[in-house]
Every structure is written in structure tokens, then in C-alpha cells.
């Protein structure tokens, strides 16, 4: 297979680890003795550090963000359609870090790493581990890498929580946050898609209270059903009907329980890769990590006191049909950073992919952030705020 680079791709990438020694106390009340954490870079850190942009996953991706595997060169970084020379995160000016979080299963520590006090894997006496505790160890990242405050922090669904988080942990490191298909919180209804997902894996008689791996198991039909509910919640009715409508996969109803619809097989499948390659502790945790985030909580609802400490401009963007993540989410984020006088840029994409649309093609979608970056590189190299 050709392995050459791709044009405007990164190129070949190599994953690299990070250590930490020094406890990282966590919001369960626990701390984690020593973690490590794996992470990619593309571009050039420039000579004063000010060009850094931390690029923060969503459920099931990873420390891949752009490029791809020389020794598996079809494993494309989960967002290069945007990172990459000339894209709108152009890394031809910016070095771009992508990390997989504590708790993670492609790499950094978690629940399938081994536990130095016992010698097994942690299984299901690895902590739950939040927003916050990713932001915290996050920082950690940019002490090791020597980057005292990052041009921006990003991400989109979960990723764009941990955006809004750096600006409140830590509003001095970093000059922009940009928060993509975020919700300050979530509703009671993505709770509730959450806790099936939870339940299927939780019953799966492989799980074996979480402590699979030493009886060489793995939970795969609660993984798949979780896949599935979770895909749901990512498509909009309309890009369903449009894909799929009520297609039958053999022309005729079979009148049995095997897929029928093209929309089962597509659930179906996603689901038995989703199984092939993820973690169900990774999930579990995740999912709370979703559930409890809620930086209004600590100021008795009120997120514009929230984000009082906040001093980053913003980037906040939306997307038509992302139910799970609608528009009025972000305008509620929105409003509480205007009630605090900070600089705001907000864009409502009229897009028909739900809320997926934040890793897709959409040339408005690009352009607006390819504009955005664009002044954050004017600032950082002209000097300003």
C-alpha cells in the first residue's frame, strides 16, 4: 500500500508517552498515585511556545487526531479533515497536541493499564475520573512540554466540555477556547440515553463487575448495544430518513428478528466494531465523566457566575439538527460568557447531520474556523491581547 503523504495531511505520526510521578487528586475524593498519558504532535512549536493548540477528544476517540500510522497508514487521525498544512487548523503555523484522557483504553492509563499496588489491571477499581480531572491532568501535559499558555484549547461534543473547563481551571493558559456542539450540561433525556448504554454493558454476563479481563472476557453484546444507542443520539432524523429511510435490506419483509431494515444492519455494525476495539470500563466512566459535568452547579445554577472566571475569547458553534447538543445549548453558553464581558464569536451552522456535523465536511463550518484561527495567529504574532 502506498504510504506516502497524502496532500495536506501531517503525514506518518508517532504516538508519545508522557509520565507522571506526582499524585493527581481527583473530584471522587480519590487520587491516582502515577499515570501516564499518550499524546501526538503536528508542527512546529515555535521559539516563545505561543503557537500551541490542545486538540480534546469526545467519547470514543483518542490521541489520533490527524495523520495517520506508517504501519497502518488507512487509521486516519479522527479530525484531519481540519489539522493539517493549509487546513483550517493549519499546522504549517500551529503545533497541535491531541491526548488521550485518564481513564482512557488507547494507551493512557485506565482501567485496562495495570495497577502497581496489585500487578492485575484496575479493572473496576479504577476511580471515576471527570471533566475537571482530565483538565487537571491536561495541564500537567502542558507543564511537561514546557507550554505555559496555549493559543487555544478546542474540542467538539465532550471535548469542547473540556474547552469550557480550561477556562475556568485555569483562565490564564490559554488565549481561546473553542467549543463546538457543546451543551453546558446535560439534559435529562441524555442522561437517560447514558444510563441504557450503561445498563446494557452493566447486565452483560461477561462484565463480570468489571473485572473482565481476568476472566479473559469481554462484555461485547453490552458494548454494542451501548454503541448503538449512543449512534442514535448522533444522527439527526433527517440524515437517518435520508440514508436510510425504511430500506429493506433483501427487497421484502422476512417476518423474523433477524435485520431487516438497512438502518438495524448499519446499528448493528457500527455496533460490532465499536465492540472490536473499545474499552467497556472506558465507557462507563466516560459516560459519568458526560453526566456529571455541570460547571453551573458550583454557583447554584447559575452559569454566568460559572464562567466568571473565564478570560479567554471564544469560538462557540452550533449545528441545526444536533438534537442531542441543540443550537439553544450553546446559546445558553453564550449568554452566560456575554453576561461577563468576555469576547465572543458564535456561529449557528445550518447543517443536516445532527450531532455529528462537528467532525464533517461543511465549507461554512470550516470557513469560520479557519477564520477564527486565523486571528488567533494575527494576535499571537503581532503581539495583541
Given amino acids: 500500500m502506498d504510504t506516502s503523504t497524502p496532500a495536506r495531511s501531517v503525514g506518518a505520526v508517532t504516538p508519545k508517552h508522557?509520565?507522571?510521578?506526582?499524585?493527581?487528586?481527583?473530584?471522587?475524593?480519590?487520587?491516582?498515585?502515577?499515570?501516564?498519558?499518550?499524546?501526538?504532535?503536528?508542527?512546529?512549536?515555535?521559539?516563545?511556545?505561543?503557537?500551541?493548540?490542545?486538540?480534546?477528544?469526545?467519547?470514543?476517540?483518542?490521541?489520533?487526531v490527524a495523520g495517520f500510522y506508517a504501519d497502518d497508514p488507512e487509521n486516519i487521525g479522527w479530525w484531519d479533515n481540519i489539522i493539517g498544512p493549509g487546513k483550517p487548523i493549519d499546522t504549517d503555523r500551529f503545533f497541535v497536541i491531541g491526548v488521550n484522557n485518564l481513564g482512557g483504553c488507547f494507551g493512557s492509563t485506565g482501567p485496562m493499564s495495570i495497577d502497581p499496588s496489585t500487578g492485575r489491571p484496575y479493572g473496576a477499581s479504577f476511580p471515576l475520573v471527570t471533566v475537571e480531572d482530565w483538565v487537571?491532568?491536561?495541564?500537567?501535559?502542558?507543564?511537561?512540554?514546557?507550554?505555559?499558555?496555549?493559543?487555544?484549547?478546542?474540542?467538539?461534543?465532550?471535548?469542547?466540555?473540556q474547552s469550557l473547563s480550561w477556562t475556568r481551571q485555569f483562565p490564564d493558559r490559554l488565549r481561546h477556547a473553542l467549543v463546538i456542539a457543546c451543551a453546558p450540561n446535560l439534559s435529562?433525556?441524555?442522561?437517560?440515553?447514558?444510563?441504557?448504554?450503561?445498563?446494557?454493558i452493566l447486565t452483560d454476563p461477561e462484565f463480570h463487575g468489571g473485572d473482565y479481563y481476568a476472566h479473559g472476557a469481554t462484555p461485547v453484546r453490552g458494548l454494542r448495544v451501548a454503541r448503538m444507542v449512543g449512534h442514535i443520539t448522533y444522527l439527526s432524523d433527517d440524515a437517518m430518513a435520508s440514508k436510510f429511510g425504511r430500506q429493506l435490506r433483501h427487497g421484502s419483509i422476512g417476518y423474523g428478528f433477524e435485520p431487516e431494515f438497512q438502518i438495524e444492519s448499519y446499528l448493528r455494525y457500527q455496533g460490532g466494531?465499536?465492540?472490536?476495539?473499545?474499552?467497556a470500563n472506558t465507557y462507563l466512566r466516560i459516560t459519568k465523566a458526560l453526566d456529571y459535568f455541570d460547571p453551573a452547579s458550583e454557583c447554584g445554577g447559575d452559569l454566568s457566575k460559572a464562567m466568571a472566571a473565564a478570560r479567554a475569547g471564544f469560538l462557540v458553534v452550533s449545528f441545526t439538527t444536533d438534537w442531542r447538543f441543540a443550537p439553544e445549548r450553546s446559546r445558553e453558553i453564550v449568554q452566560a460568557l456575554l453576561r461577563n464581558q468576555l469576547?465572543?464569536?458564535?456561529?449557528?451552522?445550518?447543517?443536516?447531520?445532527?450531532h455529528d456535523a462537528f467532525l464533517l465536511d461543511d465549507p461554512r463550518y470550516h470557513a469560520l474556523v479557519r477564520a477564527y484561527v486565523d486571528r488567533i495567529h494575527a494576535e499571537i504574532t503581532g503581539g495583541a491581547r
Fill in 18 to 64: 508522557a509520565t507522571f510521578s506526582e499524585p493527581l487528586p481527583l473530584r471522587c475524593g480519590r487520587s491516582i498515585a502515577s499515570y501516564e498519558l499518550v499524546y501526538e504532535t503536528y508542527g512546529q512549536l515555535n521559539a516563545d511556545r505561543s503557537n500551541a493548540i490542545l486538540v480534546c477528544h469526545a467519547l470514543n476517540a483518542s490521541h489520533h
Fill in 136 to 161: 487537571a491532568a491536561q495541564a500537567r501535559l502542558a507543564d511537561h512540554l514546557g507550554i505555559e499558555r496555549f493559543a487555544a484549547v478546542m474540542g467538539g461534543s465532550l471535548g469542547a466540555m
Fill in 188 to 200: 435529562a433525556q441524555n442522561i437517560a440515553f447514558n444510563e441504557v448504554a450503561r445498563q446494557a
Fill in 273 to 279: 466494531k465499536f465492540a472490536e476495539y473499545f474499552d
Fill in 343 to 354: 469576547d465572543v464569536t458564535y456561529g449557528e451552522i445550518d447543517a443536516p447531520h445532527g
